[in-house]
């Protein structure tokens, strides 16, 4: 173990957000992805030592995350005593009759690729912000995904104002040199 | 601080809907007569775009600072087993 010895001290500044992210995604609830992060997290400090290394640790943490996520849903499924499969037909008026035919999904519809696509830029937004300074990232995100007010923000770091703008205007070039060649087609 | 970096932090301030009317239009006119600031701030306001449209999360420091607690507790147990 050189390069891809396990440090958990980092591991929640460093993948803490990404995992949640993936997670939000995947069970649309943020106190359940919360929870989930958590024991992917306390399963992978406890089964450490069958880290081999050959993956990187956000790789290998996603692989166990994957598995809370399908745990979580069989959870919640045999709690409900069994999985269901409920056929709902469209109680909409305007439709000339129950014909199924009517709800499957459009061929031509782009929408699900949006989402992927979505979920893959979040993960790329992600992994850059990990690389800025960690104060820059702080301040970057409270801003821009907690939506905290400028002078909030001020209050709670004990910085005024311009120096605020400064960190938001590094973090932001540093954004967009990141996701430069993936993101930006300009 | 030059024209560049005044515009730079106006554009900034934009993109969080902070800037003035008055900052707003000598923006508009320094990206008028200044190529650089002109792409700057059409990346700029695709950055907002593309974080919009990504949906980002993230977890607050206080749910960091349990996480941390909670990872640390499990650590020192299983090393002192």
């Excluded at chain 1, 919360?34 to 400090?45: H, P, R, S, Y």
């Amino acid at each position: 173990m050189t390069s891809h010895s396990l440090k958990p001290d980092v591991w929640v500044d460093q993948y803490a957000d990404y995992l949640f992210n993936y997670a939000v995604s995947r069970v649309s609830d943020a106190e359940i992805a919360k929870d989930i992060v958590q024991e992917t997290f306390l399963a992978g400090l406890k089964s450490a030592k069958n880290f081999k290394g050959d993956a990187s640790e956000r790789t290998w943490l996603i692989a166990i995350l994957k598995r809370k996520v399908i745990d979580h849903y069989r959870k919640i499924n045999s709690k409900k005593g069994k999985a269901e499969v409920r056929m709902t037909y469209s109680s909409s008026v305007d439709s000339e009759g129950d014909w199924l035919e009517e709800q499957v999904a459009d061929p031509f519809s782009t929408l699900e690729n949006d989402v992927i696509e979505n979920e893959e830029l979040g993960l790329a937004i992600q992994e850059c912000i990990v690389k800025l300074p960690k104060k820059q990232a702080r301040v970057f995100q409270m801003k821009t995904i907690q939506g905290v007010s400028t002078e909030d923000i001020c209050n709670e770091l004990e910085i005024n104002p311009s120096n605020l703008w400064v960190m938001i205007h590094r973090s932001r070039s540093a954004l967009m040199e990141c996701l430069n060649k993936n993101w930006f087609n300009v | 601080m030059n024209s560049c970096e005044k515009a730079a932090i106006i554009c900034n301030k934009a993109q969080y809907n902070e800037a003035t009317l008055i900052e707003k239009i000598k923006l508009k006119f320094h990206i008028f007569i200044c190529e650089k600031c002109y792409h700057f701030s059409k990346k700029n306001a695709k950055l907002t775009h593309l974080c919009n449209k990504a949906k980002l999360e993230s977890l607050s420091e206080k749910d960091k600072e349990n996480l941390k607690e909670v990872l640390n507790k499990t650590s020192n147990a299983l090393h002192t087993k």
